[in-house]
Each structure stands twice: as structure tokens, then as C-alpha cells.
């Protein structure tokens, strides 16, 4: 690496893992003003209703539906196909993604993780089905994805259901096929430390015209009509105001992207030769979420370890987050599951110990960047 040199004092001003979208105040007050003037702030309003039909063409899926938050949009994607007894899934990723099983008295069935991708390998979940297995849960980590056409043959083989949580996918792309097209349902996150957000917020992407009736009898409550409540449902709605911004922020996007590509290409050409330093793999075939830029760091090549890095780094005003450690089987509510067990997780484990999310958002410069890299080695040679 061609070390530029810089005096490496602490920022200024704290550098997170990621900041917001945030659309000039103008610009969303223009916004609120069409809600104010229609004097309806939720259940199915136009601004809703705009921001899913957008959303159906920018992510090319045929259904979606728009929830409060990623969370609930999850939950009910479970309740949707009716899921029960086991889902096999991941252990490394968010606390939702088990979590949603165990609020629908699903068991999480933790299988190890691909040393590539880092997303569930899709070569061992066939020997931890069981009569009990009704779906494969998958999570398309930093946006790449899982192996989907692997995972849904197995799917087919033993009849069960494919959700993917795809929360940190937004846009992404396989051969030119939207990421929610993939299983039977797709779940995206809009919260605000997502690419594209409404504040809080999530959808649910399917094919199946059926899934949309019940998904949105789901989210409000069951509702029918005046007369009927035809299920069990919950409030899983997205307001006006979480839409009316989403639709603003929208307009953002592509610049905000543009800019994350820079300051990518910036930490590749500082890290990629550096030794211990893992970056994630290019996927030729899919495009990138520009979500999160994760490194790995192999701690007897880089020559320290990465809880070292991550601490070292308060020091100098610089917040990176150990996004996913600890692994959800490590969890006081999952630790005792059988599948829990390290010897189970040998892959997972490792990686967990390994990676670190740095600081990626297109307010942040690429001479910020830069300055990163060179205080990662400074750390190093301390
Ligand atoms: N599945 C997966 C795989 C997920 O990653 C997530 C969420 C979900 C499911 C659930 O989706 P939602 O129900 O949330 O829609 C954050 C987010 O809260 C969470 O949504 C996200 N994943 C996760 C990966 O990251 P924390 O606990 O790391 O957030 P926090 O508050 O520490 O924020 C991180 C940094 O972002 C802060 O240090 C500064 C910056 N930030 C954050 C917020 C909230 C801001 O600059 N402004 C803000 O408003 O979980």
C-alpha cells in the first residue's frame, strides 16, 4: 500500500459506521405539506401508496408490500405461509432474524456459514433438516446473496418455504433479477442506517399474488372491512410521514451511491494488498448494496486482532462496529440450543472474531478514508 503521509490526529468530530440520507429540510417540509393539506397521516394513504408502486418498479419485483419496520414486516412474512416447528437459518446476522421465529414459536435451527460470502452455506442446510423443518431462512449478508438457486433446490427436494432477509440488500441484482424475486418472500429494512430509508421502516417482496391479499390483511390488524376481521393480524403499517419521506430520500439515492463507490475504491486501493486484511469478494454477477464496506482481519498475519482495532479506534474519534459479533447462537436465549454448539459453527465462529464494518457514507471524504487506512496500520504498529 502506498502510505500518503498524513498526521494521524483524532478526528474532530466523531466518524460513525454509517450516517443517514438526510434531504434538505425544504424539500420535506414541501412533502409534509401535501399530508397536512390531506389531513390523512396513515392507514393506506397516497403517499403509501406511491412509495410502493415505486418501489415495485425500482426493485423489479412484482408484489410489495410496505411495513412500519423490517422487524414486523419479517414477523409477519412467518405468519404469511403459515410457518412452524423449525426454520434453519443463520446464526450470523442482526438479532431480528432469529428473533422473528422465536415471536412466532418457531426453533432457530443454526447452520455454519459459507467462508466466502458469509451467508448460510447452502451445502449444509440439507443434513439439518428434520420432520420438524417448514422453511430455510436465509439473510443475504452486506448485500451479497445467499446462493438462492442451491437453497430453493433443496427447498423443493423437502417442500419447505425460503424467506430471505434481505436488509441490507436494497436494489441488488443477480444476472439482472431484482434480489427480491428470489424464495418465496423477501424482507428489505428502511431504517435510517440503511441506504434507502424512511426513519423506520421495511417491505416484503413476493410473487405470489395470493401472499399480497393476506400480507396486507396481515399488517392491519386482519381488517377486511368494516364487518369482517378475517385473521389474527397485527399493526404492521407504515404512515404517511415514514412514506413522505422515503419518497424524498429516494431522490438521493443515486447520489449516494455514486459517492460509496468512490470511497470504496478508495479503501480497496489502501487495504487490498495489506497483509491480514480480508476484503469481501467482487460478485461479478450481482450488483453491490453499497450498504456496508466490511473488512476481516486475520489477526496472526495483520498482527493484532480485531477487538484491538475496534477499540483503538475510539481514540481517534472513529466508531467502527463489529457487525455480526456476538453470533446470535451466543445469545443468553439461543446458547442452549443444540445447534448452538460451537463444534456446530466452527466457520461462523471464526469469521465473527474477524470482521469489521469502517465507516462508509457519502458525506465522508476520501481523504477521510484514506486517513482511516493509515491509522488501521498505524494501530497495527503500535
Ligand atoms: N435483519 C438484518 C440482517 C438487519 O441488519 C436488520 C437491521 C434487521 C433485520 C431489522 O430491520 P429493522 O427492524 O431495523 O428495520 C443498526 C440498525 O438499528 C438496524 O436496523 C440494522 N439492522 C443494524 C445492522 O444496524 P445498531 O444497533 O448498530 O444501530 P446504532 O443505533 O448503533 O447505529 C449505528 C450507527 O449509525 C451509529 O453509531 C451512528 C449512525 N446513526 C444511527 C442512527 C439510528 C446515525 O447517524 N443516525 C441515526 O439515526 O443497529
Not at 200 to 205: D, F, I, N, R, T
Not at 222 to 238: A, F, H, S
Request: aromatic share 10%.
Amino acid at each position: 500500500m502506498q502510505i500518503i503521509t498524513i498526521q494521524n490526529e483524532p478526528f474532530d468530530q466523531p466518524i460513525y459506521v454509517t450516517r443517514p440520507i438526510l434531504p434538505s429540510l425544504d424539500r420535506i417540509t414541501e412533502k409534509l405539506q401535501e399530508i397536512w393539506d390531506s389531513k390523512w397521516l396513515t392507514n393506506n394513504g397516497p403517499q403509501h401508496s406511491l412509495l410502493e408502486s415505486k418501489l415495485v418498479n425500482m426493485l423489479n419485483v412484482p408484489y410489495l408490500s410496505l411495513f412500519n419496520n423490517g422487524t414486523i414486516a419479517l414477523i409477519t412474512a412467518c405468519q404469511s405461509l403459515r410457518l412452524a416447528g423449525e426454520v434453519i437459518t443463520t446464526p450470523f446476522t442482526f438479532p431480528a432474524s432469529p428473533h422473528v421465529l422465536t415471536w412466532n414459536n418457531i426453533k432457530p435451527i443454526f447452520c455454519d456459514i459459507d467462508p466466502v460470502t458469509m451467508n448460510i452455506d447452502a451445502n449444509k442446510v440439507e443434513s439439518m433438516i428434520t420432520p420438524q423443518t417448514s422453511a430455510i431462512l436465509g439473510v443475504h449478508v452486506y448485500g451479497t446473496p445467499c446462493n438462492v438457486i442451491k437453497i430453493q433446490e433443496i427447498a423443493d427436494k423437502y417442500g419447505l418455504k425460503v424467506i430471505y432477509d434481505a436488509a441490507h440488500a436494497f436494489n441488488v441484482e443477480i444476472d439482472g433479477v431484482g434480489i427480491g424475486n428470489f424464495g418465496d418472500i423477501s424482507m428489505m429494512s428502511f431504517h435510517a442506517t440503511k441506504l434507502f430509508h424512511t426513519v423506520e421502516g421495511g417491505a416484503l417482496m413476493f410473487k405470489d399474488p395470493n401472499l399480497k391479499t393476506r400480507i396486507d390483511f396481515l399488517k392491519n390488524f386482519g381488517i377486511k372491512n368494516e364487518e369482517e376481521v378475517v385473521m389474527p393480524g397485527i399493526n404492521g403499517k407504515m404512515n404517511e410521514i415514514q412514506a413522505a419521506i422515503g419518497l424524498v430520500v429516494l431522490n438521493y439515492i443515486e447520489d449516494e451511491r455514486n459517492k460509496r463507490k468512490a470511497l470504496i475504491s478508495k479503501y480497496k486501493e489502501c487495504l487490498e494488498y495489506v497483509p491480514g486484511i480480508k476484503l469481501l469478494p467482487e460478485n461479478s454477477n450481482c450488483t453491490n448494496s453499497y450498504q456496508y464496506f466490511v473488512i476481516r482481519i486475520e489477526q496472526e498475519i495483520f498482527g493484532c486482532s480485531r477487538n484491538y482495532v475496534h477499540e483503538k479506534f475510539k481514540e481517534y474519534n472513529i466508531f467502527t462496529r463489529k457487525y455480526f459479533y456476538p453470533l446470535c447462537s451466543d445469545y443468553p436465549c439461543y446458547k442452549q440450543l443444540p445447534s448452538a454448539s460451537s463444534v456446530n459453527l466452527p466457520v461462523a465462529n471464526a469469521i465473527s472474531q474477524q470482521v469489521l464494518s469502517l465507516p462508509l457514507y457519502g458525506e465522508l471524504s476520501t481523504y477521510e478514508v484514506e486517513k482511516i487506512c493509515n491509522i488501521l496500520l498505524e494501530i497495527r504498529g503500535k
